[in-house]
């Protein structure tokens, strides 16, 4: 039997807002002091008392966002639709997504990945709606048209690149979010309290980082073009999320490099801010742009604005929360090394293959350009 203030203090500790927790108060029976037990969003034994910080809800909505973001894309590349009405609603400002279509893979191997991948982000979406309850955020607005020209010209890949063009685009586009739903959920591991909400959120890394393995391996095995492409992406991608140099390509100097960890054998996290940064396409403190044009749904909406240096694994705090900036706050807690580091290279080990592991680098006479309609 659990003591009712215990409750309480996690009820706090696990709701969005302050209505969520009086609907959680209610739902738990709790009325005053006297409560036996109350079951909210999971089993009672894993709730935490509150300690400061983002709420786990806004934690969960945060990734909620990412997994609309890339279930959106992976949904409309292998069907030519989007997620069903039942999945996007929730909290907060509801949005349409902008671009998307079925791609003619021509390979059925990657066809097959890309139809996987695509079920797995669907789970993803009702799996987190599902724990979040009525404290779901709604789709918020998405671009997949020219957010992914934007990015690309950024990355040096030319003007008219074209996601859904053929399976190498397709593989470069997924490459742009897979490394970084693998690093937003190590980086958030350390904000969690409750011991549930992390276990699922340890599981979903390891499937986003089977993913990554997934398309860093089949890129690689593309040849000197697409690794070339990729590694034009991650110096991209860490041009935008700060100073620190943490993001890899797929190869260095033909050589693969399939797994982007450290010299300890770690993935490197980030924060929710760095995160933020790179789907906004911005390294400047913002609250919407790039893939989210209207920014995302949920407390946790704000750039970090470059200021962070080497993920959370190198001491950067979190930041992401609305009028934080790039400050943030952290409650100093380490888990990230027990879930982030280890399931994640963990996962995309098991994805990719005994490969050699090494530092990025750009391959010798890696292309200038990536036709978007070859």
């Given amino acids: 039997m659990f003591e009712s203030k215990f409750i309480a203090n996690a009820i706090n500790r696990s709701a969005e807002n302050q209505l969520d927790r009086r609907r959680f108060l209610r739902a738990a029976g709790i009325t005053g002091l006297g409560v036996g037990a109350a079951t909210v969003l999971g089993a009672p034994e894993a709730l935490a008392a509150d300690s400061g910080g983002p709420s786990d809800a806004a934690i969960l909505n945060f990734a909620l966002n990412l997994e609309y973001l890339e279930a959106e894309f992976y949904v409309r590349a292998t069907t030519g639709a989007g997620l069903a009405d039942n999945l996007v609603g929730g909290t907060g400002t509801p949005g349409g997504v902008t671009g998307g279509r079925q791609v003619k893979f021509s390979d059925q191997k990657v066809k097959q990945y890309a139809e996987e991948i695509a079920k797995d982000e669907r789970e993803h979406v009702a799996f987190l709606r599902t724990a979040l309850g009525n404290a779901a955020v709604s789709r918020p607005a998405i671009d997949l048209d020219a957010s992914f020209k934007a990015a690309a010209k950024a990355a040096g890949l030319g003007d008219n690149f074209d996601p859904y063009a053929n399976d190498q685009n397709f593989l470069l586009a ?144 979190p930041s992401g929360g609305a009028g934080t900036g790039a400050g943030g706050t952290s409650d100093g807690r380490n888990t990230e090394l027990l879930v982030g580091g280890a399931v994640a290279a963990a996962g995309a080990v098991a994805a990719a293959g005994a490969y050699q592991h090494s530092k990025k680098a750009i391959p010798d006479g890696a292309p200038e350009d990536v036709d978007s309609t070859a």
């Fill in 174 to 317: 997924a490459f742009i979010f897979e490394d970084v739903g693998v690093t937003a959920y190590k980086g958030a591991a350390p904000l969690v309290s409750n011991k549930t909400y992390l276990g699922a959120a340890a599981g979903i890394l390891a499937v986003e980082a089977y993913h990554a393995g997934l398309i860093r391996t089949t890129l690689f095995s593309m040849g000197i073009e697409p690794q070339g492409a990729a590694g034009k992406i991650s110096d991209a991608r860490d041009s935008l999320d700060g100073a620190g140099d943490d993001d890899q390509g797929i190869s260095v100097n033909g050589v693969a490099n399939i797994v982007p960890s450290d010299d300890n054998g770690l993935a490197f996290g980030r924060t929710p801010g760095q995160v933020l940064n790179i789907v906004y396409l911005t390294p400047a403190v913002a609250t919407s742009g790039g893939f989210f044009p209207h920014g995302v749904n949920g407390s946790l909406n704000q750039s970090g604005g470059g200021s962070a240096s080497g993920g959370t694994g190198s001491g950067a705090t």
